[in-house]
């Protein structure tokens, strides 16, 4: 087997990473601040992606539909904290858990019946003839992937670091009481985090969706890989989930080649549930001091 | 006794009873194959509850017990044409120890963490079942015919009533594990993880138990699933039922047994009540009804918020509308589903026997079954010798949390029978001194010694076996629990008839022994007459004595009393001060951390001062008290300047005879 | 208020319509992944009963009755399937069952059936077994002596040997086999292995690789096809994954025919795969051209009636609709709705049966157990290999279009 194939199959698995990291990302957003995630993100994901297909059927210019998607994106994010978080956050319990999967549940199902069950081709002015770099394939969408990741996360770090609002998102995380007292709300301040992060899902839709197609099933098998890379880095590790979700991607492609395309899943599995036992904060992650 | 008899058992006896005669009247077959599913179902979600309700964790996991069990069981009878017991028990027991395997990882984790432990669990066991042809059969499934039970080919109703006994044995299992010391124990760690490690419970232990306990029911479950159906295919055991069994539970009610049952017929039920229009409007017209009545309920007297209350009224509206508007309810399902489940989850968080259990309780008061007399306390705490020999001995102390040196070379003997005292000003690391001692944390330098061994160094649960018992600062009492059955969590030594035994209902003759010895402690600190109280709504100074109480109970050698007479009322003060001399009488050896020098006075034999994380007195509370460099430690003066290295401790401090 | 009363007052009455009509269940997957197989189905099927009730119903022994139909989803998942099976074989005037995609649906619950002697003509499930499992077993045990259960599709077995053949005309001797991890693809997988061992080992796997349901990167799988040198991709799964493994094919550049499973022909690859689809081979029953009056009228039919220009599967809702009319004419032979006697009616038809897909003469008989073709409806020369062009599926050859065309004067 020439070593060719080998870095071929561990970038174009890397690729695919980069999604995870992407959607991985959304949770550590709003689990920056509230210590909650949306387990329905996945959804968001695809009902950003179709909501986005349906504007662009209105033959605007695609920047100004991918402007549009994120924005619904966002807006279906702060609904999701509305309904599902924020009640939870109050009470100090871990309904959200249970609501979001049923959120989630309901956005599948209203896919399904309003944009139909079957995949559909979604349309990019980004070409997906494939390039050769270094003796590599590459499609220049796939790229446009790894570039949307990236510049989103830096974007959205520079935002966390350099604002007053930003700077909130570290104050609520650090202690939500406190912040509260300090005069910063921690709602808004959760609201927004679910916002930012319901737009970088379907930032993660518009991406990923002219490689994966659109169908109401696109983003359950991602969503379980991202969840994986999220928790693996560590919820609260920012650039964390790049390293992981690289790492991941192209794991995954190697073991669907020497161990056998059935158990492609399966070392990244047992790499999360090791991984999680050993450092349970994440590889990433801060470990905590228990206190009486 | 008997109206208790008759309202709780007398409603699960209907059930069965029911359960079990309903195919003698109803004879369709697919009636009987619901009902057959509705048993299975109910047995998984007994064993989800265990996660679920009782240990308080979002467990995504159970689907793959199912599975898991379904194919041992179609396994064994397949391949090694095993007959219905063996494969049963192939089942139950392969769920039992993967369970165990998996919870030793997961159960390190909380919250998401271990929501995401538990559905990694579920998509590795699929790909396995689907990989593992030569075992499985892999995609094409595994077709099985159900053996003989004892020479006999059973029925489809036959196997029905086979399914509803093993439903009615788990249920009566699953009472008698949580009337006992397991039930106390997995109350008591949702509620203070902490204080059960250091009562000698160990949550980590009882955690994996409860884990591999449930995960053995789902492989149960699963090897009824297997025999009913006669085909299984993996992909059958995945994400989707997974969520939805977590959703049944919690629709049902969390931590009861009657909500498991609701919540697998509604698992069971709900797919076929949609194929009905009409069904379908009627019961979102109730559904509407009910959101419509609590909701305006909650707004009016102000017990729910108006998102809780609306919430729900808006999502039933919505089913209401949709029925009309939808041509196609089956097409909506799963939004349906999601709109039902929202309602409850927001509106009735207790789920739906909860809520109900909880009205059923007020009209039928029944009152608990009677005390038996309290033990005598010598027999439940035994006097012990003073000798004054040294019993716990720090040499070399030293706990660093990165650069903040919170104990920095201490060295300390506390002899036996005495009380002594540990006093300093805030910050000056008493506290985490206790915090070493009582093995919350381990120490980042030096020994620890009990009674000359070596005593186990950061974990909570070893040290408290090893006899240390402590009380806390900040009340870490079981505050859902009666103040009997907090005391009742930490008895040392009064459990010993295990866990299958329990489960048969052999546990009742100690569990009656216990009550007595936990009312005699509870008697020694005045609170024999609160037995019944649950513990949050005890006053504070009672809370404080419970806390005594429960460390008692452990029959401690050293116990640590971590500012007991903390925002005491005077009154509370002198009782808490004669509670402590009625302890220290019966030769229990105390080490006492505590800001009211008058306290201190009162009880020690011996004081040890400390600053800064180092000792800088020790003698009797009287010398201590007037140790420059105490008084200078608490007024905050310049410290007279002496080089670390060279300040002995203290004057060595005569140890009054004893 | 008044609506439900209304609804209230009509399912009550139901029963006592219920004597009129013939019930007729429709199941398969109408939500979730499989879904677009299991609605055109369902809507291929839905055509031909508006059809035959717009005409006042067939004619049952003198007397006009319609058909009723029960739709059932099964989800895709075996257990629903079970408990539909259960349902539907407990309703005591059922006349018959159409229905199921997923051969493991078919495996938890046509023992139900069969053990009631409900008829069912399972429409448009391909996978072997769904059959084989009545059949005499190599090791000795006994197939039932009656049987119930029909199916109308072309079965795997057939595709294979299709794929196979091509394979071999086309002298692509390297192959590599690439399938799904379900029921369907396993199962496709062995009977291209065992088509290859019975057309004389021409074929050399090179490499056997499989992918889920929802994988979108195949770069993996079809690297290592490439790097073990093979001329053509073998290929059994569904739609939107087919699409990503012709996608991952055009971009490592690996320019070998794609030979395939029917599902090939389903909208959802086709429109996914885009230009990367075209070439693209597989055995069809069906194929959306108006190559006779008849096949265009039902074409017409359909876009009209579900608002489409083209049909997701063609395959699934022709299969659903000649289904219909095998079965309509089973009850006008029978001269009754009871299920038994339509049974016994589409083991010997008399009347030819004019369909979209053929005009079927006697296509069942007798069931055998030593030999499933007895209830198979479907032989080699009802199936020709369709080819994907530029979002269309044409005739694979000329030779074929002519023949079907003409066969259907």
């Given at each position: 087997m020439p070593v060719s194939f080998i870095v071929q199959m561990a970038v174009s698995g890397a690729l695919m990473g980069l999604v995870y990291a992407l959607v991985a990302y959304g949770f550590q957003l709003t689990y920056a601040t509230s210590k909650s995630l949306n387990f329905g993100q996945g959804e968001l994901v695809m009902v950003s992606a179709f909501a986005t297909l349906s504007i662009m059927g209105t033959g605007l210019p695609y920047p100004l539909v991918v402007l549009l998607g994120l924005l619904f994106g966002a807006l279906l994010g702060l609904a999701v904290e509305r309904t599902g978080v924020r009640l939870a956050l109050e009470q100090k319990s871990e309904g959200w858990i249970l609501l979001t999967i049923i959120i989630g549940l309901f956005l599948f199902s209203f896919a399904e019946n309003v944009w139909g069950r079957d995949d559909r081709p979604f349309p990019t002015?980004?070409?997906?003839q494939p390039l050769n770099i270094l003796g590599i394939d590459v499609t220049p969408v796939e790229l446009s992937v790894a570039v949307g990741v990236l510049a989103v996360m830096l974007l959205v770090e520079a935002f966390k670091r350099t604002t007053l609002l930003g700077k909130a998102f570290e104050a609520v995380s650090a202690d939500r009481d406190a912040s509260e007292l300090m005069g910063i709300s921690a709602t808004r301040t959760v609201m927004l985090s679910y916002a930012l992060s319901g737009a970088v899902a379907a930032l993660a839709g518009i991406l990923v969706s002219p490689i994966?197609?659109?169908?109401?099933?696109?983003a359950s098998a991602l969503v379980l890989k991202a969840f994986s890379v999220a928790v693996v880095a560590g919820l609260?590790?920012?650039?964390g989930v790049v390293v992981v979700g690289l790492f991941l991607g192209a794991l995954e492609s190697l073991a669907s080649f020497y161990v056998g395309s059935g158990w492609r899943d399966a070392p990244g599995l047992v790499l999360l549930i090791l991984a999680l036992a050993v450092r349970p904060t994440g590889v990433f992650g801060k470990a905590v001091i228990r206190k009486v | 006794m008997l109206k208790r008899l008759l309202l709780v058992r007398g409603a699960e006896l209907l059930l069965f009873a029911l359960l079990a005669a309903i195919p003698l009247v109803v004879t369709s077959s697919y009636a009987l194959g619901l009902l057959t599913l509705l048993a299975i179902y109910g047995i998984l979600l007994i064993g989800l509850d265990v996660t679920v309700?009782?240990?308080g964790q979002v467990n995504l996991g159970q689907a793959a017990f199912l599975g898991l069990g379904a194919y041992a069981a179609g396994i064994a009878v397949t391949r090694?044409?095993?007959?219905i017991p063996l494969a049963l028990f192939m089942a139950g027991g392969l769920g039992t120890l993967l369970g165990a395997l998996l919870a030793?990882?997961?159960?390190?984790l909380e919250g998401p963490q271990f929501a995401l432990a538990t559905l990694s669990f579920t998509a590795l066991t699929a790909t396995a079942l689907n990989e593992l042809e030569w075992l499985t059969?892999?995609?094409?499934g595994l077709s099985l015919q159900v053996p003989p039970l004892l020479g006999h080919a059973l029925s489809k109703r036959e196997f029905y009533w086979l399914c509803v006994l093993a439903f009615a044995a788990v249920w009566l299992a699953m009472r008698n594990l949580l009337s006992s010391q397991w039930g106390r124990a997995f109350e008591a760690l949702r509620d203070s993880p902490i204080a059960t490690d250091a009562m000698g419970v160990g949550t980590y232990r009882h955690k994996v138990a409860g884990f591999a306990f449930g995960s053995g029911l789902g492989g149960l479950a699963g090897g009824l699933y297997a025999l009913n159906f006669e085909y299984l295919q993996?992909?059958?055991?995945q994400y989707e039922l997974t969520v939805i069994l977590l959703l049944g539970v919690v629709l049902g009610g969390r931590k009861s047994l009657w909500g498991a049952f609701v919540g697998a017929t509604l698992v069971a039920l709900l797919p076929n009540l949609l194929s009905s229009r009409f069904l379908f409007q009627a019961f979102s017209a109730l559904g509407l009804a009910v959101a419509l009545f609590a909701g305006l309920r909650g707004l009016a007297r102000r017990t729910l918020r108006p998102f809780q209350a609306l919430a729900p009224i808006v999502a039933t509206a919505t089913l209401v509308a949709g029925g009309f508007?939808?041509?196609?309810t089956e097409d909506w399902r799963k939004a349906i589903f999601a709109l039902m489940l929202f309602s409850v989850v927001v509106g009735l968080p207790e789920g739906l026997m909860g809520f109900a259990g909880r009205a059923l309780a007020a009209l039928f008061r029944v009152a608990p079954p009677p005390l038996p007399p309290p033990a005598p306390l010598d027999e439940v705490l035994p006097p012990h010798l003073?000798?004054?020999?040294?019993l716990l001995v720090l040499a070399g102390l030293k706990r660093w949390f990165g650069g903040v040196?919170?104990?920095?070379g201490l060295d300390l003997t506390v002899r036996a029978g005495q009380v002594h005292g540990l006093i300093g000003p805030n910050g000056s690391g008493k506290s985490t001194v206790v915090n070493v001692v009582s093995g919350l944390y381990a120490p980042t330098a030096g020994a620890l010694s009990l009674r000359g061994a070596p005593l186990p160094q950061g974990s909570l649960f070893q040290a408290a076996r090893s006899g240390v018992a402590r009380t806390f600062q900040n009340l870490q009492l079981?505050?859902?629990?009666t103040a009997l059955e907090n005391v009742m969590v930490a008895l040392r030594g009064a459990y010993r008839v295990p866990l299958p035994l329990i489960c048969l209902g052999l546990g009742r003759g100690e569990e009656r022994r216990a009550q007595a010895a936990a009312l005699a402690l509870l008697d020694f600190v005045g609170l024999g007459d609160q037995a019944r109280t649950p513990a949050r709504d005890l006053t504070y100074g009672a809370q404080r004595f419970l806390e005594i109480a429960r460390a008692l109970a452990r029959r401690p050698d050293v116990l640590i009393l971590d500012?007991?007479?903390?925002?005491?009322?005077h009154p509370d003060v002198l009782k808490q001060v004669e509670l402590i001399r009625r302890v220290h009488q019966r030769g229990i050896t105390i080490v006492l951390i505590e800001h009211h020098m008058d306290v201190v006075s009162q009880l020690c034999d011996l004081v040890t001062a400390l600053d800064g994380g180092r000792v800088i007195a020790e003698g009797t509370p009287d010398e201590v008290k007037r140790h420059p460099r105490v008084i200078a430690a608490y007024l905050g003066a310049?410290?007279?300047?002496?080089e670390p290295a060279a300040?002995?401790?203290?004057?060595?401090?005569g140890v009054p005879a004893t | 208020m008044k609506r439900l009363l209304a609804l209230l007052a009509l399912t009550l009455a139901l029963p006592a319509l219920a004597a009129d009509t013939i019930k007729l269940a429709l199941t398969g997957?109408?939500?979730?992944?499989s879904a677009p197989m299991g609605v055109s189905t369902l809507d291929g099927s839905k055509l031909a009963i508006a059809e035959i009730n717009a005409a006042g119903g067939i004619d049952v022994g003198g007397k006009k009755m319609k058909i009723e139909v029960i739709e059932r989803d099964d989800e895709a998942k075996n257990d629903r399937g079970a408990l539909i099976a259960q349902e539907l074989a407990s309703m005591p005037d059922l006349s018959g069952v159409i229905g199921s995609v997923n051969t493991g649906v078919v495996m938890a619950g046509d023992k139900y059936l069969q053990e009631k002697g409900i008829t069912k003509i399972i429409c448009p499930?391909?996978?072997?077994?769904s059959m084989t499992q009545w059949a005499n077993k190599p090791d000795g045990t006994k197939g039932p002596a009656q049987l119930s259960i029909f199916r109308f599709a072309a079965n795997d077995g057939i595709q294979a040997a299709m794929v196979v053949e091509e394979a071999i005309n086309r002298k692509l001797f390297k192959v590599a086999i690439i399938h799904d991890d379900t029921n369907y693809g396993v199962s496709g997988r062995d009977d291209l292995l065992n088509q290859i061992k019975k057309q004389?080992?021409?074929?050399?796997?090179v490499t056997q690789e499989k992918f889920k349901?929802?994988?979108?990167?195949?770069t993996a799988q079809l690297l290592k096809a490439k790097a073990l040198g093979a001329q053509a991709i073998l290929i059994w799964g569904i739609g939107p994954e087919l699409a990503a493994v012709a996608n991952g094919m055009a971009k490592i550049g690996l320019k070998v025919p794609l030979i395939g499973g029917w599902?090939?022909?389903?909208s959802n690859f086709i429109d996914n795969a885009g230009?990367?689809?075209?070439g693209t081979l597989m055995p069809q029953t069906?194929?959306?051209?108006?190559?006779s009056p008849r096949a265009k009228a039902f074409i017409d039919a359909y876009h009209k009636a579900y608002g489409?220009?083209?049909?997701?599967s063609p395959v699934s809702a022709a299969q659903g609709y000649d289904a219909v009319l095998i079965f309509a004419a089973a009850v006008k032979q029978a001269k009754s709705t009871n299920t038994v006697k339509i049974r016994e009616a589409l083991e010997d038809l008399q009347a030819p049966v004019k369909g979209v897909i053929a005009t079927w003469r006697k296509p069942y008989s007798k069931w055998n157990p030593a030999d499933v073709d007895t209830h198979e409806?479907?032989?080699?020369?009802q199936v020709v290999m369709g080819m994907v062009m530029d979002g269309r599926v044409i005739f694979g050859s000329e030779a074929d279009r002519l023949r079907l065309a003409k066969e259907q004067q």
């Open positions: 002015p980004i070409s997906s994966t197609t659109v169908g109401p099933t696109m609260e590790s920012g650039f | 309700g009782y240990l090694y044409g095993a007959g030793l990882p997961a159960l390190r059969n892999g995609a094409q993996p992909q059958g055991f508007l939808v041509q196609n003073a000798s004054g020999a040294p040196r919170a104990v920095d079981f505050s859902g629990m500012e007991p007479a903390a925002g005491l009322a310049v410290e007279p300047a002496v300040a002995p401790p203290a004057p060595p401090a | 997957p109408y939500s979730g992944g499930a391909a996978g072997s077994s004389g080992g021409k074929l050399q796997v349901i929802g994988d979108k990167d195949m599902t090939l022909s389903m230009k990367n689809a075209n069906f194929i959306e051209l108006p190559i489409v220009t083209r049909i997701p409806a479907f032989r080699r020369q």
